[in-house]
């Protein structure tokens, strides 16, 4: 997937309002395979909805989505669950971890999919973002900011073309904010792939080409 197209796209409980002021919803917008983007956004503007509406998980919206030029509605489920494997990563707000396993063992439900990385590598990942401690550990007695990490490593064992991060960090200090940017960035650039941040205020120090203001 090269681009991802939103036109005239917006949410249908939005529908009433004529006070809607956006640079993404109600215009047309490009979002292009290797570029790093921000959108900002106050709480209640729909930020995690435009995560869900990109991931194929919610349709209740006006407008039209494209992948390369393709309206998403268009998709069939094999389509999607494709497109979840290859093309589409996502890091969820709520995270959607399994809190009964082990971090280890959500990470590797994926890259038993995808068979993308090597345990080796994982674990690397875990030592950088200082969670190594906590590979063995059941997830739903780690803290939110470590969940973040295994969540953010989870996302990073498939192939995409992009990756959605619906407030990475908003439970991060500055060092770990900082790594999982990083080796985020680290692998999207090894991929050729386009990032997509979201935030209520605390975000990513990256070098974005473009911020949004929701």
């Not at 295994?150 to 990475?168: G, H, K, N, S, Y």
Request: with cysteine.
């Amino acid at each position: 997937m090269e681009n991802i197209t939103l036109k005239n796209v917006l949410p249908e409980v939005f529908a009433s309002r004529n006070d809607i002021q956006s640079e993404i919803w109600h215009k047309e917008v490009l979002l292009e395979k290797g570029k790093v983007y921000l959108v900002e956004a106050n709480s209640g503007t729909g930020k995690s909805s435009l995560c869900s509406y990109i991931a194929g998980y919610r349709r209740d919206y006006q407008g039209i989505i494209d992948f390369d030029g393709k309206n998403i509605c268009n998709l069939r489920i094999a389509d999607w669950a494709r497109l979840r494997r290859e093309s589409l990563s996502i890091l969820f707000q709520e995270l959607r971890l399994f809190p009964e396993l082990t971090a280890y063992e959500n990470v590797s439900i994926k890259n038993g999919l995808t068979h993308f990385k090597s345990k080796k590598e994982i674990l690397a990942w875990f030592e950088a973002l200082g969670i190594a401690d906590k590979v063995d550990a059941k997830v739903g007695l780690m803290s939110f900011g470590q969940q973040q990490r295994v969540a953010m490593i989870r996302a990073l064992v498939q192939p995409f073309d992009f990756l959605l991060a619906d407030e990475p960090i908003s439970h991060l200090d500055e060092r770990n904010s900082a790594v999982m940017a990083e080796l985020m960035l680290e692998e999207a650039r090894r991929q050729g792939a386009g990032i997509i941040v979201t935030s209520i205020g605390k975000h990513m120090d990256l070098n974005y080409d473009k911020v949004f203001k929701l």
